[in-house]
């Protein structure tokens, strides 16, 4: 399925965010359940199936990487559920420090600030990134194409980052 | 025939098609219903007067006594008097091991599930909240003039599955229609938002008797989207209530209570909590063996008692911010919900949390009957404009157990509902026909950490080799936040057959048998019932493949067109007879004709929403 078609937006990377906010609300207004209460069962159904869809996409069009997964997977290139190793060691170093200042929060005197200025060196890394992603986008070729697909295994890590760092963050306030 | 017709503004124009409807907040101790009269929704009043019925049922020898009445007896006949029932709703037995301390009434195990002993048997809680429902839906009937076509149930934001499964069985044995679940503080805030025309981000903080419930919404041109919701399912008024019984047998060395003295000290308990939302002091005689003791509480103490409880909402409100993404900043109204909020710490603390006064201005103990009841005016149709939204999100993610004894999840919580996610699943042994799935519902990484929710087993998979049959499982869940599952072998296309197992619920086939055991449905009601459901769904598909025909028959061949025309008359001739079955197989017959249509039909008006429209005018 393709969720720019959905929205009758152009498929591309940089994306007008209220645009799609409002679209996405014009749509759940016609075909949320709640609008086909009294219709049939089978009709009921298919608003519940419908909606599925249009939150589904919605929600991978929102978010830069999954919107980016979704762009590439339209061109013929699926990476969702691959499984790969990296093989960028300088890349890989790099996550290796991360993940040691990470673990390093619970030992310092002022955990607030490491947790502060570890948000914003990921925060920096991965709007580099996304910005570089942006780029390799706009050209639909194969070069360009996998290049895209590099950046998006790596934003992965950043993600999975700033995840664990909230993670930590939650369990210092509890 | 009426000559003439006044209609109210923005209602329908023909007064014979107005349906009725209600809102119904079923709640831990004490429930309402409500309903739009005139444009306005309102609580009604039963016949004594009362539009809030206690929750609680009383099982005597031959009848059955639901509200002030059964309330009136829950000290002498605290066995057979069930109050506090939604505490129960869609629990194990071994779950409720803690309550059974707390409750005044005899806990049994039925096939796993928990049940009450009473005069009268065993009773499940679905049965006995079935009671209360019945009771409002009565007293609705006779304000409105006729029988319900439909109603808005709530339930706490954060009930699983399980729960809200038995809170619609309870509604079905009761013989409603449900229109929808309703979450709790969705409703307060339709309640809130129609009447003030509020736009931003808001709170619901509703400490109920026996739930709390925070939620953040989102309110903008009547549309209210749940960013995040979270609570506990087991924290409530009642914990107040006990802390001060405990309180009371620290200062009456009474350490053992029987179920009658519980009930008695339960009562004073609340009473005196009232009280002290007034006043900084109170004094009462407390019962005890040697007769009665004089006792005596402040407020500092009372809020020393309940302190650590209003903490734990607090802390809930910083989670569920923290899932929406926000801080306490963003927040530009809080409303507050559930008579426990009147309490004055619950106010100060959660007003000095968000940093602003809390909304109060609708009664907290009806400002969610209200809501449900304008919802339900919309969703019976008396309102067909589509100008409320209501997008709810799932309270607890939902996982499969896999290798180990591990979740994976499938839905994170907080997901926008109705949602389906897919999974695909290989056969690991040569000539395997079936495979076993655990679905739970929770957060945790261990499996028996989570709630467990349902086991599925999936029959029919064609024979191959191992690796070779790949089954897509598709979870779905409705804008209930039910969950029903549906599976498919890819290669072959086929269907693979499921069985559900519900871990902590009824089967179809239990809320059938009781449905026939009730003593409200003598088996010829039970008939003409689902003749009038049959009948009914057949109306309804005949309208609805009408219209669709007025509108877009262009999109069906000639052959076609004259099939779907042929299965409609034959609808409409069978309908009028009293065969069930040759009014399920009609409809069945004319649903298949129409499903590539009705696919057809979906997909064109999908491509045409968003076109030849003004953005502006979302």
């Known amino acids: 399925m393709n969720y720019f078609q959905l929205f009758n937006l152009p498929a591309t990377f940089e994306l007008d965010l209220t645009e799609l906010g409002s679209r996405y609300l014009k749509l759940q207004k016609q075909f949320h359940p709640d609008q086909h209460s009294s219709g049939s069962e089978r009709d009921k159904l298919l608003a519940v199936q419908q909606t599925a869809n249009i939150n589904d996409a919605y929600h991978s069009l929102k978010q830069p990487l999954l919107r980016a997964e979704h762009l590439l997977a339209l061109r013929g290139l699926k990476i969702s559920h691959e499984q790969r190793s990296f093989t960028d060691p300088q890349f890989l170093m790099q996550q290796m420090e991360l993940r040691e200042q990470l673990a390093d929060i619970d030992n310092s005197a002022d955990p607030d600030a490491v947790i502060d200025s570890i948000d914003r060196q990921l925060q920096q890394q991965k709007n580099a990134l996304l910005k570089q992603l942006g780029a390799a986008l706009v050209t639909e070729t194969s070069e360009q194409d996998q290049l895209a697909a590099d950046l998006i295994r790596k934003l992965k890590f950043f993600f999975k980052l700033q995840q664990e760092l909230e993670l930590i963050e939650q369990q210092l306030q509890d | ?618």
């Open chain 2, 1 to 618: 025939m009426a000559l003439l017709q006044i209609a109210e503004p923005g209602q329908s124009a023909a007064p014979h098609q107005h349906k009725l409807a209600a809102g119904i907040d079923l709640g831990t101790t004490n429930s309402l219903v409500a309903a739009v009269r005139s444009g306005e929704a309102k609580t009604l009043a039963n016949s004594q007067g009362r539009d809030m019925l206690p929750s609680v049922v009383r099982y005597t020898a031959d009848r059955v006594v639901v509200g002030d009445a059964a309330m009136a007896a829950a000290v002498e006949d605290a066995d057979n008097t069930i109050v506090s029932v939604k505490r129960l709703m869609g629990k194990g037995y071994q779950e409720t091991a803690a309550l059974k301390q707390q409750v005044p009434y005899r806990l049994v195990d039925q096939h796993g599930l928990v049940a009450i002993d009473t005069v009268q048997g065993v009773k499940n809680p679905v049965e006995v909240s079935a009671e209360i429902l019945a009771t409002l839906a009565n007293t609705a009937s006779e304000t409105l003039g006729g029988e319900l076509n439909g109603v808005v149930i709530t339930v706490p934001a954060y009930f699983d599955d399980a729960q809200r499964q038995a809170t619609k069985d309870a509604a079905k044995l009761a013989g409603l229609t449900v229109m929808r679940l309703l979450n709790e503080p969705t409703a307060a805030a339709l309640a809130y938002g129609l009447d003030s025309g509020q736009e931003g981000i808001i709170a619901v903080y509703d400490l109920g008797g026996g739930t709390f419930d925070i939620s953040i919404l989102r309110l903008r041109r009547g549309v209210f989207e749940v960013l995040a919701t979270g609570g506990d399912s087991a924290l409530g008024g009642d914990d107040f209530d006990h802390a001060i019984v405990n309180y009371l047998q620290q200062q009456t060395g009474e350490a053992e209570l029987s179920h009658q003295q519980m009930r008695q000290y339960l009562t004073l308990a609340r009473q005196v909590k009232e009280q002290l939302t007034e006043r900084d002091d109170v004094s009462f005689s407390v019962p005890t063996a040697r007769g009665d003791v004089d006792g005596k509480l402040n407020k500092t103490n009372f809020e020393q008692l309940i302190s650590a409880l209003v903490k734990k909402t607090i802390r809930a409100c910083r989670q569920v911010l923290r899932d929406a993404g926000l801080s306490n900043e963003d927040i530009v109204k809080v409303v507050m919900v559930g008579g426990s909020t009147r309490v004055p710490l619950v106010r100060n603390q959660v007003a000095a949390f968000f940093a602003t006064e809390p909304l109060t201005s609708i009664d907290p103990d009806k400002v969610v009957a209200i809501g449900a009841a304008i919802q339900a005016n919309v969703l019976v149709g008396n309102k067909a404009d589509g100008d409320t939204l209501l997008l709810d999100v799932i309270p607890l993610s939902l996982g499969l157990e896999t290798m180990g004894g591990l979740t994976e999840k499938i839905i994170p919580r907080n997901t926008v509902i109705p949602v389906a996610r897919a999974q695909e699943f290989t056969t690991f042994k040569d000539g395997q026909t079936a495979m076993a799935l655990h679905v739970v519902q929770g957060e945790r990484e261990l499996v028996d950490d989570c709630r467990s929710l349902a086991r599925f087993e999936l029959r029919g998979i064609p024979a191959m080799p191992a690796g070779g049959a790949h089954v897509r499982v598709t979870f779905q869940v409705d804008a209930d936040g039910l969950l029903s599952v549906t599976a498919q072998e890819k290669s072959s296309g086929v269907q693979a057959n499921i069985q559900v197992k519900p871990s902590y619920g009824l089967s179809d086939e239990q809320v059938a048998t009781m449905l026939k055991g009730s003593m409200q449905y003598a088996r010829q009601d039970m008939q003409i019932r689902l003749l009038r459901e049959q009948q009914v769904e057949a109306e309804r598909v005949l309208e609805a493949v009408s219209q669709a025909l007025r509108a877009d028959s262009a999109l069906l061949g000639i052959d076609e067109l004259e099939a779907i025309e042929q299965a409609l008359t034959e609808l409409s001739r069978v309908k009028q007879a009293d065969d069930i079955a040759a009014i399920k197989a009609a409809i069945e017959h004319t649903n298949h004709l129409t499903d590539d249509f009705a696919a057809r039909r979906m997909d064109q008006s999908v491509r045409s929403a968003l076109t030849g429209h003004n953005v502006d005018e979302v």
